[in-house]
């Protein structure tokens, strides 16, 4: 493991609790100079403390450990709220609807940041019947590829897993799809809503989208 929790989080946790070092030294049974020296970074606390500290804040090892609280928010289902965290040692790819504490490998993953389409990831989509065909033109060598491709609605998230001297293409369900991710294993995650209404078959649809500027 390559991080361990910080006096910074412990006093900064302690603090938006209202707690006196002396409160969180009689909950641990240590003694307030002890909380002291974790604050100041003049000692760490003993791995046995983690879960006890843990739950005199209210919140999980993991999240003590990252620094990093996680709001038990109701997102809804809501996978607009996608986010994807890549492991950059074995690939290792996961889904949340929300933030998360993720670790692999030893290592603390974040969500990975959105980048718009351009000219060296370009997106094509064309409709064939009740699917979306998506191709990246991008090339698919071992050191460098595409790793994945997802689109995303309102209630699911479909994706398809890639690998290298493979192709860089999809197919997906069209409806309620309303955002296209891929995964490039050296520029990161990039995202492009899709340009036309998706169920508005009335309106007809253009043979093929590009969706990339």
């Known amino acids: 493991m390559n991080q361990y929790i910080t006096g910074a989080a412990?006093?900064?946790?302690r603090e938006q609790r209202k707690m006196t070092q002396l409160q969180l030294a009689e909950i641990l049974k240590v003694s307030d100079k002890t909380i002291s020296k974790w604050e100041?970074?003049?000692g760490y606390p003993d791995i046995t403390l983690l879960e006890p500290i843990a739950d005199a804040f209210g919140i999980s090892v993991?999240?003590?450990?990252?620094?990093?609280q996680i709001k038990n928010e109701n997102v809804s289902a809501n996978m607009?709220?996608?986010k994807f965290y890549v492991c950059p040692i074995c690939g290792n790819l996961i889904h949340?609807?929300?933030e998360a504490v993720i670790h692999c490998h030893g290592i603390q993953l974040l969500p990975a940041e959105t980048e718009q389409t351009d000219e060296r990831h370009m997106v094509f989509i064309e409709r064939v019947e009740d699917e979306y065909f998506v191709k990246i033109d991008h090339e698919m060598a071992k050191t460098h590829y595409i790793s994945f491709i997802a689109a995303v609605s309102s209630d699911r998230c479909q994706m398809v897993k890639l690998y290298p001297e493979g192709e860089a293409e999809a197919r997906f369900k069209i409806s309620g799809v309303r955002k296209i991710y891929f995964y490039c294993n050296h520029d990161g995650?990039?995202?492009q809503d899709v340009v036309k209404g998706i169920d508005d078959k009335e309106s007809g649809y253009q043979k093929s989208i590009l969706v990339a500027k």
Do not use: W
Not at 10 to 13: D, G, P, S, T, V
Not at 62 to 68: A, R, T
């Open 40 to 42: 100041t970074a003049k």
């Open 96 to 98: 949340g609807m929300g």
């Open 10 to 13: 412990i006093k900064e946790l």
């Open 62 to 68: 993991p999240e003590l450990i990252s620094g990093h």
């Open 80 to 82: 607009m709220r996608s």
């Open 189 to 191: 995650l990039f995202c």
